[in-house]
């Protein structure tokens, strides 16, 4: 959030060349605030576990905020009951004709799988185009950004040759940028992906702004210059055992996955992993809210316009 100072201190202009949020008291007396208005498309098959990995993340901060949950599809779920889904998840039907401060799509177990083939790949692109006309900001989730390159930018599918699994060290490349205000020059974030995105490949084919990026692991955030799309490839939502969990179920399903990177201590799996990136998370999305959502976002939803959207800071 903002900090308000009068209209005329001195500090003010340092504070700015410095790209501190600060809101002149003219400003800040003509702020209508009310609750943020949130939708999560959950996309992935532990609908649960991971809604409840989101919302920890959006629930760290002063803005309050409304969550709606969203299935791409009405069919059955294999580790959701599907009391669960009717009782707390919407079809895309019934909030077309809505507009959303901020739209999260999330991963999905789909890293091997073209595009094409993805049984629901047209309702997807249906909900990323309404998107545009109807959100004021998305944030896509690894698998949900490599599937947002293709239907936004036309960027094929890239996959590496191994499943990239663990914590990696990024580097902060766009230090003003309100997305990663207050990161540190380097921070530990965890993925899990085939996805293959490198700053070089990005950067040729699209107009993002790269804003951190790893030797390892390429690309980790990018923004669009108005900051509606957000684009995350790993997962600061992950819990500390979540990378483990998947670590075993390859294991049981004789995958013969690597064990994952600077996860678990002296990368023992016999050592309870610890959960290293929890404060970059937080960070992450508290910026994500404030400065894409919060701070761009019409105070009246049914005036939404995408006119209304700058590209600078």
């Given at each position: 959030m903002p900090i308000k100072i009068p209209d005329q201190l001195p500090a003010s202009d340092t504070l700015r060349q410095e790209r501190?949020?600060?809101?002149?008291?003219?400003?800040?007396?003509?702020?209508?605030?009310?609750?943020?208005?949130?939708?999560?498309?959950?996309?992935?098959?532990?609908?649960?576990?991971?809604?409840?990995?989101?919302l920890r993340l959006l629930s760290n901060s002063p803005l309050q905020v409304d969550i709606e949950l969203l299935r791409i599809d009405d069919r059955p779920s294999k580790n959701t009951p599907t009391e669960h889904l009717n009782n707390f998840y919407r079809q895309f039907d019934t909030v077309k004709n809505r507009n959303f401060d901020g739209l999260i799509i999330t991963g999905a177990p789909l890293g091997l799988v073209q595009f094409e083939d993805v049984a629901y790949w047209d309702h997807l692109q249906t909900i990323m185009s309404w998107a545009k006309n109807h959100v004021t900001s998305t944030l896509y989730v690894c698998w949900a950004a490599q599937a947002a390159l293709k239907l936004l930018y036309n960027l094929p599918k890239r996959t590496r040759k191994e499943k990239l699994s663990g914590v990696y060290h990024h580097d902060v490349v766009s230090e003003f940028h309100p997305v990663v205000r207050g990161f540190d020059d380097n921070f530990l974030a965890p993925h899990s992906r085939y996805a293959d995105f490198t700053a070089e490949y990005l950067s040729e084919h699209t107009d993002l702004d790269i804003l951190a990026t790893s030797d390892d692991a390429g690309?980790?955030?990018?923004?669009?210059?108005?900051?509606?799309h957000v684009f995350v490839t790993g997962h600061p939502e992950y819990d500390a055992h979540t990378l483990h969990n998947e670590?075993?179920?390859?294991?049981?399903?004789?995958m013969d996955p690597a064990i994952p990177?600077?996860?678990?201590?002296?990368?023992?799996?016999?050592?309870?992993?610890?959960?290293?990136?929890?404060?970059?998370?937080?960070?992450?999305?508290s910026n994500w809210?404030?400065?894409?959502?919060?701070?761009?976002?019409?105070?009246?939803?049914?005036?939404?316009?995408?006119?209304?959207?700058?590209?600078?800071?």
């Open positions: 501190i949020f600060i809101m002149s008291e003219t400003r800040a007396t003509t702020q209508m605030i009310r609750p943020l208005k949130v939708l999560i498309l959950n996309l992935m098959p532990k609908k649960i576990e991971t809604e409840t990995q989101f690309v980790y955030l990018a923004s669009s210059k108005d900051k509606r670590y075993v179920r390859d294991l049981a399903e004789g990177v600077n996860y678990y201590p002296n990368d023992n799996p016999d050592n309870p992993p610890i959960a290293s990136w929890r404060s970059h998370g937080h960070l992450l999305f809210l404030n400065y894409c959502v919060y701070q761009q976002t019409p105070y009246d939803l049914d005036h939404f316009s995408i006119e209304n959207f700058t590209k600078d800071d």
